[in-house]
């Protein structure tokens, strides 16, 4: 049956830009901070079902002791599992949905992350290197970074917890092979004052 496993809206949201200038050159930078909250990451089920997860990786696709299992030990009593492998450590195990695919907390982590959004370089070139500002009276050097980096928790081994489960609506919390992770944007610009 179904269970509540937590919010899926982060309960924390922080934001933090630090700035600075020093002779002409300026550093800028947007991060964000979220946490409190919890993801199902659909991609998981796909990226074992396929081989190219790191869960189905881990054990060498090789049997194994399954993590944090218990067996009955004829008593009815249930003792922690340290010997008693799957049947299967391939594909008959991590593609198969009664074992693993269809096992929905097998995809299910904190959704919580630190996020640089932005990274903004700016350089404005000495008055001396441009003639003295004759002709050109300023020349400034801009560069720009966004999604630069994610820091997840251990538990999320599938993606950004921002990552959509589609294209549409707004399903937090949610995640799929259906719709793209954030990109990673890169620009420059040269500026010109006459």
Known sequence: SLVTRGRSLPLWLVGINPSFSWKGLTVAMTWDYRGGHYAYHGIGSDMDFTGISWRSGQFGRQRFVFPNSVYDDGTGKYVPNENIQVASGGRDFWATGTTNTSVATNYFSSAAFWKLRE?????????????????????????????????????????DPEFNYTDQGNTFGLNSVFATPPARLFAGSVRLTF
């Open 119 to 159: 990274l903004a370089i700016s350089y404005e070139l000495p008055s001396s290197w441009i003639g003295g500002g004759k002709f050109i009276k300023k020349v400034l050097i801009s560069a720009v970074g966004r999604n630069l980096f994610t820091i997840v928790p251990d538990s999320n081994q599938w993606t």
